[in-house]
């Protein structure tokens, strides 16, 4: 069934001289199960790898490390073999061929256990996971089996009023769990999507962000071998592996390699080699092992451990096996795979042969092999029909061991409220905030662009009681690491910001070196990430995720490259809070608008964000959209989604020219005490007008610049709709037509979410004024653009009778 061999020929210098080795057959070691990969590995790396390898193949196992391996076989052989029985037509990807992934995972835990309190973070999708959920994770098999049987696992009270919760499927459970043996490890095995390899990238971030805490973690993948190969994201993640701020020393990589993609066999899967090449890039170690053979299996990955431990680098171990059914329980395989699966029917599954070998080396006997055989059968049976509601295991909220709103996320609420909390910080205080923002030591040679523009205008601006946008964002960054929260801002060029807006870092003329002057305030990091999307996004979601307390914003270049991102935005981000009960504060900044940058620099996208809102006025919403171009509101968004008490991701489309436009300007009182954020400012200019205009962004400001008698309405939140609000705002006025306004071509922007929840609360049709449809965001060329967007200002003009 091994297509490839794995040997090696050239053995190592070490072998040469190693007396140990001599005694054995020095090149047997190399030609065996295990094949290596160690030649593209830096050469001080590379002496200690074939060494440590050597020792460990000809080191035996211990019997009880022998028994141990092969119990976790027979467990998840048991588990595997009852499911087929009792639940025939139900897809539990089987990891049946390559079940050596169980052993080879306690393996990595128990190597890498420490004294002091240590994370795994596990990453692992659909193939064998069920197995890998019960034979080591501790997930009780009565609530998987209730599970299976169709049910859902969220507290139905939280769905009482309103169905929000949505709950998944089996294959993609969380749990975290502490073995005893391996105290005080503990594992945090995360939710992952059907979207394979995705979930690398959050349990990346979720790692750093518990070495940022202060703990020691390991971020373990495992993958499938056809998604390795194929998808992108693997390589953003291993470009991630040595930066400064991605790093997490080291990854580890476990291939559940079982040579089939669904269908799809390996060499037309992929162009290189192996589907672990891609870790060569960043000169992984990797080493192949055949899955038949779980005890290399296991050397294998204490062996990645204790290297990653020793260099802090990724390791990969791809376990090459086979896959017992077909892509899932019901499907065929000999349709498209006839030969191949000739060959795999005819095998010995690898728990029956582990168990042969054990009993010919005398340390299993076939009395025990049958007891413990009919042992797990029985628990299995017992658990089966305990599978019912009463007798599953909970939690001490009576929830079914779904780990939600545990350790740190305990002051956290499951429901949502949209009370208006008040945001506002003291005055002096602010101003202070800000000042510091652009304070570098008196040696760092600042950039004479930023002295004169950057900093001496944040410091006119603030004599004036002036706020523009960025130093909104300043003060509330600074004011919440004062208060204890972890802030992160990361994406393509965030430390100056696309529109050398931001300046977070000073970049010294003369020494190049960086300074922070907000990581003088407290846990602060601006990032600029690799050019990626969807790796960059996922790895902070998964940031957010670890904590409540860490508010995570990820910046697009242009809010229209945030669509490269679009799995981690749909599969996460949107829905991962209303799937798994897992929230998350995370914050998307996408620059948006019409500015005759072409058909790809002009929009975020709202649309799109807000396609994914579950609910348009209910509390419980999944996101929060916003449209912002007001600095008052800017620093009030980010401050309150720390300080209420629960976690909501937010998308805000940010300004571009708006960063600078005189109109786009607060007052500082309205940053003060008492103040909040407002989701939407009612303006009167000149005598008004009978007919209201609503809008969101940049128009507004042209609107406010071109037109001297009107009633304009400013939607700084989309969504959720701010009806109350809106009531209040506007008590008993009454305007005779309303029309709603938008730069974005007709059906891109917000009309189509906002046009019927406009027409529902003023009671009236609303009439739309927009650019005309258009296949892309915006126009390609400065004439068409110019036109558009002269007729859009006609159009107002002539719809207020001017
Ligand atoms: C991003 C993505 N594209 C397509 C699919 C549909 N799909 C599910 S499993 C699978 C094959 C995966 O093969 P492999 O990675 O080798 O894992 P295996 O199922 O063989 O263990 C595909 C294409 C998916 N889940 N995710």
Redesign the pocket.
């Known amino acids: 069934i091994l297509r490839r061999r794995f040997s090696r020929e050239n053995s190592s210098k070490l072998a040469k001289t190693n007396p140990l080795i001599h005694k054995n057959n020095e090149f047997d070691l190399y030609k065996g199960s295990v094949g290596v990969e160690f030649e593209h590995v830096s050469s001080q790396e590379q002496d200690w790898l074939y060494s440590r390898y050597e020792e460990l193949m000809l080191q035996p196992l211990s019997p009880s490390q022998k028994l141990n391996t092969f119990r976790l076989l027979q467990m998840a052989d048991s588990f595997e073999s009852f499911c087929q029985k009792k639940f025939s037509t139900y897809k539990r ?1 089987s990891g049946e061929g390559t079940e050596s992934l169980v052993p080879a995972l306690y393996s990595i835990f128990q190597t890498y256990k420490t004294e002091s309190d240590s994370w795994v973070v596990l990453n692992i999708a ?2 064998g996971k069920l197995a890998v959920l019960v034979s080591l994770m501790g997930y009780p098999m009565r609530n998987l089996f209730y599970k299976i049987k169709g049910n859902s696992l969220m507290p139905p009270e939280l769905n009482k009023d309103y169905y929000y919760f949505v709950d998944d499927i089996s294959t993609h459970i969380a749990v975290t769990h502490m073995r005893s043996e391996l105290k005080p490890l503990r594992v945090s095995m995360l939710h992952n999507p ?3 390899e995705v979930g690398g990238a959050v349990s990346m971030g979720k790692t750093r962000s518990k070495q940022d805490g202060g703990f020691k973690a390991m971020n373990v993948s495992v993958h ?5 190969g194929g ?1 992108g994201v693997v390589y953003e993640l291993a470009q991630m592996s040595h930066l400064p701020d991605f790093q997490v020393g080291g990854s580890l990589h476990l291939v ?1 390699n ?1 040579q ?3 269908t799809t066999p390996e060499n037309l899967g992929r162009s290189t080699p192996y589907c672990t090449d891609v870790f060569k890039i960043i000169g992984a170690p990797v080493v192949h092992v055949n899955a038949m053979c779980p005890e290399e299996a296991v050397k294998m990955c204490q062996l990645a451990v204790e290297y990653r431990n020793k260099f802090n680098k990724d390791f990969a171990v791809d376990l090459v096996g086979y ?1 017992k059914y077909g ?1 899932n329980e019901v499907d065929e395989p000999g349709i498209t795979n006839p030969k191949m699966y000739q060959i795999i029917r005819e095998m010995e599954g690898c728990t029956q042969s582990y168990a042969r070998k054990l009993k010919e080396e005398g340390i299993l006997s076939e009395k025990v092999y049958q007891k413990t055989k009919s042992q797990l059968e029985e628990a299995l049976n017992t658990e089966f029909s305990n599978a019912n509601f009463e007798n599953l295991e909970k939690d001490q909220k009576g929830w079914l061991k779904i780990d939600s709103f545990r350790e740190q996320w305990r002051s956290m609420s499951p429901l949502h409220s949209n009370q208006v909390i008040q945001t506002g910080r003291e005055i002096n205080h602010l101003k202070s905030i800000a000042e510091a923002s652009v304070k570098v030591p008196s040696n760092l040679k600042v950039h004479p662009i930023l002295q004169k523009g950057h900093i001496s205008n944040r410091l006119k601006n603030l004599e004036k009681n002036l706020v523009d946008w960025s130093t909104a964002e300043a003060m509330a960054v600074g004011s919440l690491l004062e208060e204890g929260f972890n802030v992160r801002i990361c994406g393509e060029d965030s430390i100056r910001g696309t529109f050398t807006h931001r300046n977070a870092g000073f970049f010294c003329q003369e020494t190049e070196e960086v300074y922070f002057p907000l990581k003088q305030l407290g846990n602060f990091s601006v990032v600029n990430s690799l050019l990626s999307e969807l790796g960059v996004l996922g790895f902070e979601y998964g940031y957010s995720l670890d904590n409540p307390k860490n508010l995570v914003m990820w910046e697009a270049q242009f809010g229209d490259f945030s669509n490269m991102g679009q799995g981690i935005m749909d599969q996460f981000i949107s829905s991962g809070e209303s799937k798994w009960l897992r929230q998350s504060g995370m914050v998307l900044l996408l620059p948006h608008g019409q500015e005759g940058m072409g058909p790809d620099h002009s929009s975020a996208r709202i649309e799109r964000a807000l396609e994914a809102v579950n609910d348009f006025e209910a509390q419980q919403v999944n996101l929060e959209v916003v449209n912002n171009v007001v600095p008052a509101n800017y620093f009030h968004l980010l401050r309150r989604q720390m300080l209420r008490d629960f976690r909501r991701p937010l998308v805000v489309a940010t300004p571009k020219s708006g960063l600078r436009h005189k109109l786009a300007i607060s007052q500082i009182e309205e940053l003060g005490p008492g103040t909040s954020f407002k989701p939407a400012i009612l303006n009167t200019l000149g005598s008004g007008s009978k007919k209201l205009l609503v809008c969101s962004g940049k128009v507004y400001l042209e609107i406010l610049n071109s037109n001297k008698d009107l009633s304009v309405l400013l939607l700084e939140q989309l969504a959720p709709f701010p009806k109350d609000y809106l009531s209040e705002l506007l008590g008993s006025k009454n305007f005779e037509e309303v029309v709603w306004v938008q730069e974005e071509p007709q059906g891109q922007g917000a009309m189509n979410f906002v046009v019927p929840l406009l027409s529902k609360f003023f009671g009236k049709e609303v009439q739309v004024i927009s650019k005309p449809p258009l296949s892309a965001a915006s126009e390609g060329n400065k004439c068409d653009f110019d036109n558009h967007m002269k007729d859009l200002h006609e159009k107002i003009s002539k719809s207020l009778g001017n």
């Open positions: 990807y659909h193939r059907s979207h394979l499938g071998d056809a998604s390795l998808q559940a079982n089939l993609g669904f896959r892509h």
